[in-house]
């Protein structure tokens, strides 16, 4: 059920303590600042928050971060030169860490909504990050395997939806945010602009609506 | 003139840029390449575009152009490192999956990365010092190690204590097992595989020289590795 809503804390109301919600972008492009400022204010807690990073600077989910809000981060690269709240919390022991090489981030993402129940992966085979993990050697090469992570939310920022939730990016803003949008159960999306059914070329239409469920546009 | 002296290309040891140019020449014309965060970018800097070299960022996008100055700068299109970035002719996007299905599926050709260490057999350490105090953070260094057919390496020889990056086994966490083929100093060109070290040239200092540094047993390469 696609809905159009007007405000962004609509878009997020019924976001529950300890969702495990993805967040799109890389670094700050495609982060979708406006939805994350709504998740603070609904008071959402104990969450578990899919990103590539832990918050950059003042802005966004380093603020999600920095106000205890955040259980738990899966990520690649939360180590910045401006990831100081997420650093203080790590530091303090008040945050958990699930550290993720990003391809198999990106692909366990992938596998959820894809309906994969977990693949075998050649990266970081013989390191730290497969330590206890299932291994094989298929075709000559070592592999790990690594399991779908589902979600319960995900917040995308887009440019563009159409009547029926169809969506396209603008150029490195799109990183994650068709595979969050397939992996989660309810897809939040913030977009610049929302034209009528048939506007967007179908050629050119990069996550299909039946992925989206809310669609708020920001200014 | 002995095969030790012969391979000596540089009365003196490479800079930086020296360095970058060197790595620029040795990627073949019509190469998919991806650089790493660091002083692999500075190789984009000798990437003459008649040259036909399409560089990737894990981000999603091939076809990435120069940094992006004053009115070019657009928060939507920056590279890995997070720094804005501009998009050539011919360019494409991409979501992350499908990135890193680029990287993993074996289409890149080369990728140039910085490092700790190296090891004779060509496993490499560069995202993590294992300090207990660290915060580990690793990105696509993994993915890039393991996916690329080719893996340079670009670093100095040496550690600021004077240690050798290259080592018989890393003693830093791993990044991928045997994936690096060539590593590139201020001193010497090293080729790093089955066959063990081999230098294909050196900088500053006869491989006499340079095996007094390194840890390992050192060979000249047999014949002109372009």
């Known amino acids: ?219 | 003139m002995s095969i030790e002296t012969s391979i000596q290309t540089s009365a003196t040891p490479l800079g930086r840029d020296d360095l970058a140019r060197l790595v620029a020449k040795d990627i073949k014309p019509g190469s998919f390449v991806n650089l790493g965060i660091g002083q692999p970018t500075l190789v984009s800097n000798y990437l003459n575009a008649d040259r036909d070299i399409t560089l990737h960022t894990e981000n999603g996008m091939l076809g990435m152009g120069p940094e992006a100055k004053g009115e070019q700068i657009d928060g939507d299109l920056i590279n890995a490192g997070k720094i804005p970035v501009t998009e050539l002719p011919g360019a494409s996007y991409f979501h992350h999956a499908d990135s890193f299905a680029i990287m993993r599926g074996g289409h890149l050709d080369i990728c140039v990365l910085g490092a700790f260490q190296v090891s004779a057999t060509g496993d490499l350490a560069n995202w993590h010092t294992g300090a207990p105090d660290a915060i580990p953070a690793v990105g696509g260094a993994m993915d890039l190690a393991t996916g690329a057919k080719d893996v340079f390496v670009m670093m100095t020889l040496l550690t600021r204590e004077g240690a050798s990056k290259i080592v018989e086994a890393c003693t830093y966490p791993l990044t991928g097992v045997g994936c690096v083929t060539r590593v590139y100093t201020d001193k010497a060109v090293f080729l790093t595989g089955p066959g063990g070290v081999q230098v294909r040239e050196t900088f500053g200092c006869t491989l006499e020289e340079l095996q007094e540094l390194v840890p390992v047993p050192l060979t000249a390469a047999p014949a002109v590795v372009p």
């Open chain 1, 1 to 219: 059920m696609l809905n159009f809503v007007d405000t962004v804390a609509d878009a997020v109301a019924e976001i529950k303590d300890g969702s495990t919600v993805m967040i799109g972008g890389f670094g700050n492009a495609g982060q979708p600042f406006e939805l994350i400022d709504a998740l603070m204010d609904c008071g959402a807690r104990e969450l578990t928050v899919v990103n590539n990073n832990a918050g950059q600077g003042d802005q966004g989910l380093a603020l999600l971060i920095k106000e205890g809000r955040v259980k738990k981060m899966i990520c690649s690269f939360p180590r910045q030169s401006d990831s100081w709240h997420f650093d203080a919390k790590y530091k303090a022991g008040q945050i958990e860490l699930e550290l993720v090489p990003q391809g198999n981030l990106a692909e366990r993402i992938r596998a959820a909504g894809a309906g994969i129940g977990g693949f075998f992966t050649p990266t970081g085979y013989g390191t730290m990050l497969a330590e206890g993990k299932e291994t094989r050697i298929i075709d000559g090469r070592g592999q790990v395997f690594e399991t779908p992570i589902h979600a319960d939310v995900a917040l995308i920022k887009a440019l563009k939806a159409d009547g029926k939730g169809n969506l396209v990016y603008r150029k490195t803003a799109r990183n994650f945010g068709p595979i969050m949008a397939a992996a989660a159960k309810q897809s939040i999306v913030q977009v610049s602009e929302i034209v009528p059914t048939g506007a967007l070329d179908p050629e050119t239409v990069v996550t299909p609506g039946i992925y989206v469920n809310t669609i708020v546009k920001v200014a």
